[in-house]
């Protein structure tokens, strides 16, 4: 499942491609993949692209807004219809441009695909191979030419089709904690500091703080050299507040970097590119290595809430 600097990957790439198109048809080729009624969104013109922790929102035009209020901020528009996706465990968007829809021959080398298509989602085969695919759950169709495939294997993604009213009210969002930038050092603490679940497992509730996942939670506790097993209230105000710093600083890296393409987090940017941010983990699917500090040990890995869970014992002590 991708992450914070994943999506937000994928968000910038589509900003600059959709907004100011019209989506001209919206093709269900799954009941479950697909939620809403397709004809509202017919004809509606792409006013926006916003990110929700892990979730992706496209904003379409409401009704046509009078003269004097063409520079009002459509999203205020409660006329407005938004399009809300989760890529989940593996979904993907695959944006084919108009001039170059043929499909791609598996044998045609890859810098040919990335000229062809902005990827971003899980990789497989078919982000290089014939569209719509076996996985492909919904087609989008814009008044460019352009279309864009959601596909999914395992069918846990999902795109929603919103009101604004339903998008405010959406279970999700109304369940979503605080982006780690967004709250102060003792909000992070009061959030956290009665609970006794171990920290790593903690940082990955979206409920508590949207958008971590297990690479940016692993790599942010070493940054503030707390161990992932530590009892969330054992923690003081002061450990609390060098753990926030530290994730804010990897996910920033992680977003400046298009996010990770690691073992369990293949996620490709809307560029076609893989992430670049595996480069720079600090213990993330590094067992066995040394530790980037110069006091530190080797990294070792254990399971921590089904998940593998990595650190250094020197550095990072329980």
């Known amino acids: 499942m991708p992450e914070l600097p994943e999506i937000e990957t994928v968000k910038l790439q589509l900003q600059k491609y959709l907004v100011g198109q019209k989506l001209v048809e919206l093709e269900r080729l799954h009941p479950k993949s697909v939620q809403g009624d397709i004809l509202l969104v017919q004809s509606k013109k792409v006013t926006g692209v916003r990110r929700f922790g892990k979730m992706l929102v496209i904003d379409l035009a409401g009704r046509r807004l009078p003269r004097l209020r063409q520079t009002a901020d459509p999203r205020n528009d409660e ?55 076996k996985h492909t759950r919904a087609i989008f169709h814009f008044s460019s030419g352009d279309t864009m495939y959601f596909n999914d294997q ?15 009210e959406l279970k999700f969002l109304k369940n979503l904690g605080p982006e780690v930038w967004d709250i102060t050092d003792q909000e992070f603490y009061d959030k956290i500091h009665k609970r006794k679940k171990p920290i790593k497992i903690l940082l990955m509730d979206q409920n508590v703080i949207s958008g971590v996942g297990n690479i940016y939670a692993n790599d942010g506790l070493w940054e503030a050299r707390i161990s992932p097993e530590t009892s969330a209230a054992a923690l003081t105000l002061e450990q609390t507040s060098v753990l926030r710093k530290g994730l804010i ?17 293949k ?52």
């Open 154 to 168: 395992r069918i846990f993604g999902w795109v929603k089709i919103l009101d604004s009213k339903s998008l405010k």
């Open 249 to 265: 600083k990897v996910l920033k890296e992680g977003i400046k970097y298009g996010g990770a393409t690691a073992s369990d987090a």
């Open 267 to 318: 996620y490709i940017d809307l560029q076609g590119l893989g992430g670049h941010y595996q480069e720079h983990f600090r213990t993330y699917d590094r067992t066995g290595e040394k530790c980037l500090r110069s006091d530190g040990g080797i990294i070792k890995k254990t399971v921590l809430g089904g998940r593998g869970t990595y650190f250094c014992p020197k550095c990072q002590k329980l």
């Open 79 to 133: 006329s407005a219809l938004h399009l809300a996706i989760h890529f989940k465990m593996s979904g993907q968007l695959i944006l084919v441009k108009s001039d170059k829809r043929k499909a791609i021959s598996k044998e045609r080398n890859l810098g040919s695909a990335l000229k062809n298509r902005i990827v971003g989602g899980h990789p497989t085969e078919d982000w290089l191979g014939k569209l719509p695919s």
